[in-house]
């Protein structure tokens, strides 16, 4: 079954062309670089759309001939490849493309995918064009689906950068049909010590730079970085020095064993997602399990899953 796209202003129908969306015979939303423009690109996300369309193939699996994309997505949803033959499915936040590229290759979904940046033009750069692919630039509070539709909803690396995260999953959640599920992961908190970071020092300065200037002071310091992290781990010291080495959580968050430039590449990469979005705001585990259920899911799973040598906050729940 096809997904009735709706004009998020105004929720009347809307009909797919080669132009663009169009309400009756008046175009609405243009279709430009392979994606559907519900939104222009300046918006509180252009740190992504600059981040995805320089590292275009970094975390894509097909491109870095690594298999972590994949590993990650299965691990957190549980889902059988089998099971969403024909089913449709909504990722929102999708960056370049890399859990769409998981979908569209292992799976035969149907594939309805959403970011708020230019990243779009990354994304289908990676997996277009493609029948089962249809790539949309929309907010995740005022998407183009009549509410209700989707089989299965995912949001991986997302909630943490929108501006209101009870609001995100309340509208990540309306999406989904009855009998559907919603899987989300998250930045966590931990205790009081999370936010005794580097990151949280300094973000107050380097969310304000242009994404050129903050590129460039990374990739000038990343080689330093890397090596003192790294000789902190070594020495015992790494859980406790590293936190305040203004660079990616390479111990916990990066696969082992890396070719040095594949590594410096990723690093860099994380380094500027740590510091350039506009909103970087960690939940409790508990919190979002509770939105779930206040917003009416159930068969509410939270907790952290593990995978390669790393592990994500995670829950999930169906629609009743």
Same mark, same amino acid.
């Given at each position: 079954m096809s997904i009735q796209l709706i004009n998020p202003s105004d929720s009347r129908p809307l009909t797919t062309g080669t132009d663009g969306l169009s309400d009756g015979d008046k175009l609405v939303f243009p279709y430009k670089n392979g994606a559907y423009r519900i939104v222009e690109d300046d918006n509180y996300t252009e740190n992504f759309g600059y981040q995805w369309n320089k590292f275009v193939g970094t975390q894509v699996d097909k491109v870095?001939?690594?298999?972590? @994309? +994949?590993?990650?997505?299965?691990?957190?949803?549980?889902?059988?490849? $089998?099971?969403?033959?024909?089913?449709?499915?909504?990722?929102? %936040? @999708? %960056?370049?493309?890399?859990?769409?590229?998981?979908?569209?290759?292992?799976? +035969?979904?149907?594939?309805?995918?959403?970011?708020?940046?230019?990243?779009?033009?990354?994304? !289908?750069?990676n997996n277009?064009?493609?029948?089962? !692919?249809?790539?949309? /630039?929309?907010?995740?509070?005022?998407?183009?689906?009549? =509410?209700? /539709? !989707?089989? +299965? &909803?995912?949001?991986? %690396?997302?909630?943490?950068?929108?501006?209101? &995260? $009870?609001?995100? &999953?309340?509208?990540?959640? @309306?999406?989904? +049909? =009855?009998?559907?599920?919603?899987?989300?992961?998250f930045y966590p908190i931990r205790g009081w010590w999370t936010k005794v970071h580097a990151k949280y020092f300094l973000r107050r300065w380097t969310k304000k730079m242009s994404n050129e200037k903050l590129y460039k002071r990374i990739e000038n310091n990343i080689d330093w970085m890397i090596k003192a992290t790294r000789f902190f781990s070594r020495i015992g010291l790494g859980r406790i020095v590293n936190r305040f080495i203004p660079i990616c959580d390479i111990e916990g968050t990066i696969p082992r064993n890396l070719p040095p430039g594949q590594l410096r590449e990723i690093c860099i990469l994380d380094t500027f997602d740590m510091f350039s979005p506009e909103y970087d705001q960690p939940q409790r585990i508990s919190t979002v399990d509770g939105w779930f259920r206040k917003y009416g899911m159930t068969n509410v799973w939270s907790g952290f899953i593990p995978f390669d040598n790393c592990s994500a906050a995670v829950v999930k729940g169906k629609k009743p």
């Open positions: 870095s001939n690594l298999d972590i @994309s +994949k590993v990650r997505f299965f691990a957190e949803t549980g889902w059988d490849k $089998e099971d969403l033959t024909g089913k449709n499915i909504l990722e929102v %936040g @999708s %960056g370049a493309g890399r859990f769409s590229q998981i979908i569209l290759d292992f799976t +035969k979904g149907n594939l309805y995918s959403v970011d708020y940046s230019n990243a779009v033009e990354a994304n !289908f750069k277009g064009p493609n029948d089962r !692919f249809h790539l949309f /630039q929309a907010s995740i509070y005022d998407m183009p689906f009549m =509410p209700g /539709q !989707f089989d +299965k &909803v995912v949001c991986v %690396g997302v909630l943490q950068h929108t501006p209101d &995260v $009870e609001k995100s &999953v309340k509208t990540l959640i @309306s999406m989904v +049909k =009855p009998g559907g599920e919603l899987v989300v992961d």
